[in-house]
């Protein structure tokens, strides 16, 4: 089936440790994006890329990078200097001429 | 930058019943997309609706339905016949349209969300 994985769902973290998130996907899309959701917030747009090799900052880039080596996958980091990184994170993809975006399941970080 | 307001943090409409979520929208592009996304409480974001700016005709996709008021900037969404599955949050979502080289179309640009409104769906 093509879709969107993300692992694990949920993710427990101590403040200080850097954190990797995982997203992969299997649609041949070219464009993948990192979304935050808060309690009560709508998706803040993390990052995205349109191709391997190449990304671009969104609205709340700070504390977090990301790499695209693979254009299946799109990992990101949430490192320390995250003031807030507990959050649930979404991925998704979009490709070719559609310009819809298609989602995975998210993933629950919790840093204590 | 464009921004997506839902005035209605939650609405409650009864089974079987009709109820009109809110969406406006500030951009000073002249094409683009717009969207309704359902997030159930299993947190999995679900396209429900899709309208292209250019298009002056309303999206309809079986019991959704939106009004889209262009010079108003508004994109309110209609659930006719409302079923306890249609129980969730709802996202309204702006995407500019992408133009280079001659090619028009999604491009790779993220959306922007509105705060969602909680539905709820009364027995």
């Known amino acids: 089936d093509g879709g969107i994985t993300q692992s694990p769902k949920y993710l427990f973290r101590k403040e200080g440790q850097n954190v990797t998130l995982s997203c992969e996907q299997n649609l041949n899309h070219d464009a993948m994006y990192w979304y935050r959701q808060d309690p009560g917030q709508g998706l803040r747009l993390i990052y995205y890329s349109q191709i391997v090799n190449d990304f671009q900052k969104g609205d709340i880039a700070e504390g977090y990078s990301v790499s695209r080596e693979k254009k299946e996958s799109f990992p990101l980091t949430v490192t320390s200097a995250q003031k807030n990184p507990t959050a649930f994170y979404l991925c998704?993809?979009?490709?070719?001429?559609?310009?819809?975006?298609?989602f995975g399941p998210g993933t629950r970080l919790t840093v204590t | 930058a464009q921004t997506v307001t839902q005035s209605q943090p939650e609405m409650s409409v009864q089974e079987a019943e009709t109820v009109t979520l809110s969406c406006t929208y500030d951009t000073s592009e002249s094409d683009y997309y717009l969207f309704w996304y359902k997030q159930p409480p299993s947190r999995q974001m679900i396209l429900v609706i899709r309208?292209?700016?250019?298009?002056?005709q309303n999206a309809t996709e079986n019991r959704f339905s939106v009004n889209f008021q262009k010079a108003a900037k508004s994109f309110s969404l209609k659930i006719s016949d409302s079923q306890l599955g249609d129980a969730a949050m709802y996202f309204c979502a702006y995407r500019r349209m992408f133009s280079f080289g001659g090619y028009s179309g999604g491009g790779a640009d993220g959306l922007t969300f509105g705060k969602g409104t909680h539905l709820i769906i009364q027995p």
């Open positions: 309208q292209e700016a250019y298009k002056q």
């Open positions: 998704a993809s979009s490709g070719g001429r559609s310009y819809e975006q298609y």
